[in-house]
């Protein structure tokens, strides 16, 4: 057990080591901070958004999921694949649009475009909201790992708290160039991770990953297919659809494109990323053989699979090697999305409700409130009982709101006016916030639909609602200024 | 070649197909279930897909070093 601690603990000081290295030589203001000075070339820009595939959520999520679901787990695979697709056509653009104008933030490219600072500080505050919980799932992530390489001695809220404050420590001195850096190691050590006990323990078990999926198959004959109702085929192909669409409107994702040196780097990451992501493929065959040999986890605890098999079958300096991979695949990220939602609040919120606060001002104002969000986060983490694939669906579906703004904003003649995309945003968000608390779902709303209609998720409902108003609101507005426009002359 | 990029549409149809048109659990595919296999088939045939894209696209070349300000 101290074994296992020592050697997460050492991988934490580590990652510290390595942020402040990154930071030496250049001074940190906020193009620094946040984009890194622009000045990322293929290799950075690469890892940056490549760390975004292994996460805590990949780790433990999806070996979680595959050992409570089966067959939705798949869809991580799918999501992340043809959303790179959608990265080659719409990164570019962007990319171009936010260099030739300075912008360092999502909300920016938003009030840009559409000439609306309002506009700006409603994507601002989505994209907060949307983060929560992604990183309420960091920290859940961490917690866990904490807990279970203490061997149960260190309890879930205390480990909550140590992983939530080291996070922390890591963004106010790091910034992220340290993320990028970091980054190298934890990909790494996550590949050889993954790829180890993704072979190691189907084999030692079952002697094969074939032979473990028959053992499964036999065990539980419909583990591996899609539901006929509930997680159904329907839930998946608008689940995929949903994750696809909305991977690269993540606050956080969308400002890692901004430290790009040049275009062309989204497009070749297009090619590679989608490869990348296939030691996910190991992830699954721990969850799979997990849920046959260490059976009976429930709801939330199945975020624990991947640990309680390892433990059952590694001397604690393997659990602790093993954790500490897991440490960094919640520590990056969870520095990332700290970082963006304490510079969204700052630049995009409180610099528009306060005029005239200086770049230096947004900085100091960020750095304050990163432990105001970890004391937030780490709230959720400790209170919350929620699988983590379904605190990210949750985020996904506040995210994938502003993906129709967007895209038409990229158009050449862009139909969609300020308002039509302001109040597209509000009702697909209002949408999904509605469906959230009330706990609704189609089936319930609409229990004569068919079985595809109610299997959808709640999110692409909220998309298409979004779109629809959008388009509506677009029209009447654009008429009323045209008109307006044509009695002032 | 200008419209290249409408390939790209052929990894999302073939990445459902498999679920839509055969959601069950053999035959096994590359060693795993039928629908894992299909879905690892596909991602390895994005990244030939995209690879073709990419090497095909007229907008690759050019345009984005010069609109540096």
């Known amino acids: ?489 | 070649m200008k419209y290249v990029g409408w390939l790209a549409i052929i990894p999302f149809i073939g990445m459902f197909l498999g679920p839509v048109c055969h959601n069950a659990v053999t035959p096994f595919l590359l060693g795993m279930p039928f629908l894992l296999g299909w879905t690892v088939i596909w991602v390895l045939l994005t990244a030939a897909i995209m690879a073709l894209v990419y090497r095909l696209d007229p907008h690759r070349r050019g345009d984005d070093v010069e609109d540096a300000p």
Not at chain 1, 145 to 161: D, E, H, L, R, T
Not at chain 1, 181 to 205: C, E, N, R
Not at chain 1, 348 to 369: C, H, I, W
Not at chain 1, 371 to 390: C, E, L, Q
Request: glycine share 10%.
């Open chain 1, 1 to 489: 057990m101290i074994v296992a601690l020592i050697l997460i603990g050492l991988s934490a000081a580590g990652a510290l080591a390595i942020g402040i290295q990154a930071r030496s030589g250049h001074e940190m203001g906020l193009e620094q901070w946040t984009v890194g000075g622009r000045g990322f070339g293929q290799a950075l820009v690469f890892l940056l958004l490549a760390g975004e595939i292994y996460t805590t959520f990949s780790f433990l999520g999806a070996s979680g999921y595959a050992y409570g679901l089966g067959a939705p787990a798949y869809y991580i695979l799918a999501y992340g694949t043809l959303a790179y697709i959608v990265s080659y056509f719409m990164l570019p653009p962007v990319w171009r649009y936010a260099r030739r104008h300075g912008l360092v933030s999502q909300p920016d490219f938003f009030a840009h475009k559409y000439g609306s600072q309002a506009l700006g500080v409603l994507v601002a505050l989505v994209g907060v909201v949307a983060l929560v919980p992604y990183l309420v799932l960091q920290f859940t992530g961490l917690g866990i790992i904490v807990q279970a390489a203490s061997y149960g001695a260190i309890p879930k809220a205390v480990s909550v708290i140590i992983g939530a404050a080291v996070v922390t420590l890591y963004v106010v001195i790091s910034g992220v160039r340290g993320s990028a850096w970091t980054s190298i190691v934890k990909d790494a050590l996550i590949i050889l991770v993954a790829v180890f006990i993704g072979l190691y323990l189907p084999i030692h078990f079952y002697g094969g990953i074939t032979p473990m999926f028959a053992a499964v198959a036999a065990a539980k004959p419909n583990f591996l297919a899609f539901a006929a109702t509930g997680k159904s085929v329907s839930w998946f192909v608008s689940t995929v659809m949903l994750t696809a669409l909305g991977f690269f409107m993540w606050p956080h994702s969308f400002g890692a494109c901004y430290t790009a040196r040049d275009a062309n780097v989204f497009r070749k990451n297009a090619i590679l990323l989608p490869l990348y992501q296939l030691v996910l493929l190991f992830v699954f065959f721990v969850g799979f053989t997990a849920s046959l040999v260490v059976p009976g986890l429930k709801g939330a605890a199945t975020n624990m699979a991947l640990l309680k098999i390892c433990v059952a079958a590694f001397p604690p300096w393997v659990v602790g090697i093993i954790g500490a991979a897991g440490v960094l695949t919640a520590l990056v990220p969870g520095s990332l999305i700290m970082m963006c939602a304490a510079t969204l609040f700052s630049r995009n919120f409180l610099a528009v409700m306060r005029p005239g606060q200086s770049d230096a001002e947004t900085v100091r104002l960020a750095k304050y409130l990163v432990p105001v969000i970890a004391v937030i986060g780490a709230y959720f983490a400790i209170s919350g009982s929620s699988t983590i694939v379904a605190l990210l669906l949750m985020g996904y579906s506040f995210v994938t709101q502003l993906f129709p703004a967007l895209v038409c904003s990229l158009l050449r003649r862009n139909p969609v006016t300020a308002p039509g995309a302001f109040a597209g945003i509000c009702v697909g968000v209002g949408t999904v916030i509605y469906f959230t608390l009330e706990n609704q779902t189609i089936g319930k709303l609409a229990p004569g639909a068919p079985e595809f209609v109610r299997d959808l998720n709640i999110g692409t409902v909220a998309l298409l609602l979004n779109f629809v108003v959008m388009v509506a609101v677009s029209a009447v507005t654009a008429r009323a200024l045209a008109a307006a426009g044509s009695a002032a002359e």
